[in-house]
């Protein structure tokens, strides 16, 4: 009986805890301001050391300008493409050290892994990230002091064309396509993610790119889609 209370404490502690935090989420990004009309890209999970290279070269062969959310540990693994990143004006942001959803770290953990990667991306990039996106979109109540720690904001998304299941580019294409916005952020995969994802998101890239810029959209990183608009643009 107490074992059973005990039991039913716990898991009300951690509902409070991973779930519940799900309502503090509030702080989070989701989108930018509606006022100018611009889009980030966002890559997750890198960096690959195959995939990424051909995700930067599809964007500078474009000359357009993203935000790479890498998961530490990989990160230290494929410096050059950290570096280039850099050099090419994209955004690197963090995903974490280790990828492991924050729904299994305790506090001790979570700030590990925030602190971990921030450190090392700082290092990797000679500059510090300013955004952090939780892995799997899971957060807990631990990692809103940990990111303050560290002067990370917490970063979703407004458009995930592929969600946990494959979806085809074209098909892809058409979702951020029709659905963009003003502010938007898109979610995507140059590494892991649903099977094959980097391989689709090459094939879907230019044709994406392409359309947001046929419809006015100007792309840009997650730092200035957040910063306030000139005062012109928003009048
Ligand atoms: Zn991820």
Redesign the pocket.
């Known amino acids: 009986m107490i074992l059973t209370r005990l039991g039913v404490a716990a898991a009300v502690g951690w509902a409070a805890y991973a779930w519940g935090a799900h309502l503090l989420a509030l702080g989070c990004v989701w989108r930018g301001s509606h006022a100018t009309r611009r889009v980030a890209l966002t890559f ?2 890198g960096p690959d050391r195959d995939w990424t290279p051909r995700v930067l070269d599809l964007l500078a062969g474009r000359g357009a300008r993203a935000s790479f ?1 890498l ?1 530490g540990e990989r990160a230290v693994q494929v410096p050059d493409a950290v570096r280039r990143m850099v050099g090419d004006g994209h955004e690197v942001a963090s ?2 050290w280790s ?1 492991r959803s924050l729904w299994l770290c305790g506090p001790r953990r979570t700030a590990e892994e925030i602190d971990r990667a921030h450190a090392t991306l700082a290092e990797l990039a000679g500059r510090e990230p300013r955004h952090f ?1 939780p ?3 899971m957060v807990n109540a631990a990692m809103f002091g940990a990111l303050r720690r560290r002067g990370e904001r917490c970063v979703f998304w407004s458009l995930q064309p592929e969600g946990l299941r494959p979806v085809a580019a074209e098909d892809q294409v058409r979702h951020v396509l029709r659905r963009a916005h003003s502010g938007a952020i898109v979610d995507l ?1 140059d590494a ?2 649903p099977w094959r994802a980097p391989e689709r998101l090459v094939q879907a890239l230019p044709a994406m790119i392409d359309g947001l810029r046929a419809a006015g959209y100007e792309l840009t990183t997650v730092t200035e889609l957040l910063e306030k608009p000139p005062a012109s643009a928003s009048a």
């Open positions: 997750d999970d959310f998961v995903h974490g990828h996106r892995p799997w979109g995969h892991e993610g």
